[in-house]
């Protein structure tokens, strides 16, 4: 899937895996970690907003694609 010609079919398996990784990162989620709230909060939103600007990038090309 990494290796198309076009980048959009390259972004889902990226999305894929942050999916993953913010699923993983809420199950360690504990209040009396060594990671303090704020610092799991930090690294949730930054994960989510990444996810949400590949989906962006996503549907640009995707759209930029079935105009040609």
């Known amino acids: 899937m990494l290796f198309t010609p ?3 079919e390259a972004v889902e398996p990226v999305i894929l895996g942050l999916a993953s990784t913010l699923l993983y990162v809420l ?5 009396g970690g060594s990671i303090s709230l704020w610092q799991y909060s930090i690294l ?4 989510g907003i990444t996810i949400g ?3 962006f990038i ?11």
């Open 6 to 8: 076009g980048p959009d």
């Open 27 to 31: 199950s360690l989620l504990d209040l």
């Open 44 to 47: 949730i939103l930054s994960i």
């Open 53 to 55: 600007g590949l989906f």
């Open 58 to 68: 996503k549907d640009k090309f995707v759209r930029q694609n079935s105009e040609k």
